[in-house]
T-cell receptor, first 110, second 115 residues
Framework: GDSVTQMEGPVTLSEEAFLTINCTYT??????LFWYVQYPGEGLQLLLK?????DKGSNKGFEATYRKETTSFHLEKGSVQVSDSAVYFC?????????FGTGTSLTVIP | EAQVTQNPRYLITVTGKKLTVTCSQN?????MSWYRQDPGLGLRQIYY???????DKGDVPEGYKVSRKEKRNFPLILESPSPNQTSLYFC??????????????FGNGTRLTVT
């Protein structure tokens, strides 16, 4: 069945460090891919999305490229800030259902 | 303001006592769904609805019921809660019948404890 596997955390980085959170997926057909972010005590918010192969989603300095050949959608940011501390979820949608990874907790220290 | 509203935010109950968690969205979305979030397991889908009077099971539907009598509301019902249903629950909605291009909008969650 369809599924998402993402890098386990927690991840701790210093401010201005480079961030990569790995995400790979298994899906039939041509899913849309998403990254969501969850701040403490809140629901998930859409961070970025890509709907077809080679699309690059970007928002707030975060980027992820839909790689069909490697079935991956890795999240990157060149210089993280303390305010980026949150839990990040990779997800895919194949029409009727959404599938989420287990989440990666990121802590950025000053 | 476009939003998904869940109530209550926190709920403590005892085994076997029926409860309902409400969910309402003001975006005229066709698609609504319920998830539970557990440590190490991420979000798992309980039920979803493509439109009024249309509901389907997700990956973990056992012990839950839903109804979709109106487009804006999608309550989650636990008729006989058990301790293994202690979790953080999220309602979400999207437009275009959950099509591939429509991201989910989430409520702020309901933390349920069953003793």
């Amino acid at each position: 069945g369809d599924s998402v596997t993402q890098m386990e955390g927690p991840v701790t980085l210093s401010e201005e460090a480079f961030l990569t959170i790995n995400c790979t997926y298994t899906a039939t057909g041509y899913p849309s891919l998403f990254w969501y972010v969850q701040y403490p005590g809140e629901g998930l918010q859409l961070l970025l999305k890509a709907t077809k192969a080679d699309d690059k989603g970007s928002n707030k300095g975060f980027e992820a490229t839909y790689r069909k050949e490697t079935t991956s959608f890795h999240l990157e940011k060149g210089s993280v800030q303390v305010s980026d501390s949150a839990v990040y979820f990779c997800a895919l949608n194949t029409g009727n259902q959404f599938y989420f990874g287990t989440g990666t907790s990121l802590t950025v220290i000053p | 303001e476009a939003q998904v509203t869940q109530n209550p935010r926190y709920l403590i109950t005892v085994t076997g006592k029926k409860l309902t968690v409400t969910c309402s969205q003001n975006m005229n979305h066709e698609y609504m769904s319920w998830y539970r979030q557990d440590p190490g397991l991420g979000l798992r889908q309980i039920y979803y609805s493509m439109n009024v009077e249309v509901t389907d099971k997700g990956d973990v539907p056992e012990g839950y019921k839903v109804s979709r009598k109106e487009k804006r509301n999608f309550p989650l019902i636990l008729e006989s809660p058990s301790p293994n249903q202690t979790s953080l629950y999220f309602c979400a909605s999207s437009s275009h019948r959950g099509s591939e291009n429509s991201p989910l909008h989430f409520g702020n969650g309901t933390r349920l404890t069953v003793t």
